[in-house]
């Protein structure tokens, strides 16, 4: 399925973006995370069909930080992807942000909004050990930086020190 994105602005496409993308996955009932293409902060196209890519028995899962401002959690899912953007109004200003936006099917917010809400599944992770009520409160605490949040999803589904080891190793 193709997503279809806002235009970026001309000078910020070919900017490498501070943040990563990393994608962890459970297999046999182990946790191993690997990089995934920088493109992945820009592309959502790029990151969802890198993560299909990785084909496994379990759990795929693909995180990115992106400009260290919001994250994404992506998971392939038959038929799709289950997406949440921990900032929707980062759409505004980042095209992989407006690229969720588009694929969930809801608006861009007002030039104004200021405010910060997650859009998309709070269940993403239910099945990994991260309840929906426990993802929102995560997403919502302001004083996280985003790889703050993600470190803790990590923790909470148990792969935490894979993700440390490829963004750390990065």
Do not use: K
């Not at 890198?50 to 990115?64: D, K, M, N, W, Y």
């Amino acid at each position: 399925m193709a997503v279809q994105s806002v235009q970026a602005r001309d000078d910020t496409r070919d900017q490498a973006l501070p943040g990563y993308a990393v994608a962890a996955i459970r297999e046999e009932g182990r946790w191993r995370c690997i990089s995934l293409d920088v493109a992945a902060l820009h592309d959502l196209d790029a990151a969802i069909t890198e993560l299909r890519a990785l084909r496994s028995t379990g759990a795929v899962v693909g995180l990115l930080d992106v400009d260290d401002e919001f994250f994404v959690l992506l998971r392939p899912v038959p038929g799709g992807v289950s997406l949440l953007v921990s900032d929707a109004v980062a759409a505004l200003d980042y095209d992989v942000a407006a690229d969720v936006l588009d694929l969930l099917r809801v608006e861009l917010p007002s030039d104004g909004e200021d405010a910060l809400w997650p859009e998309g599944d709070l269940a993403i992770l239910a099945d990994l050990g991260l309840p929906a009520e426990e993802l929102e409160v995560l997403v919502n605490e302001l004083e996280l930086y985003p790889d703050e949040q993600l470190a803790a999803i990590g923790r909470r589904c148990g792969f935490a020190d894979a993700l440390a080891a490829v963004v750390d190793a990065r």
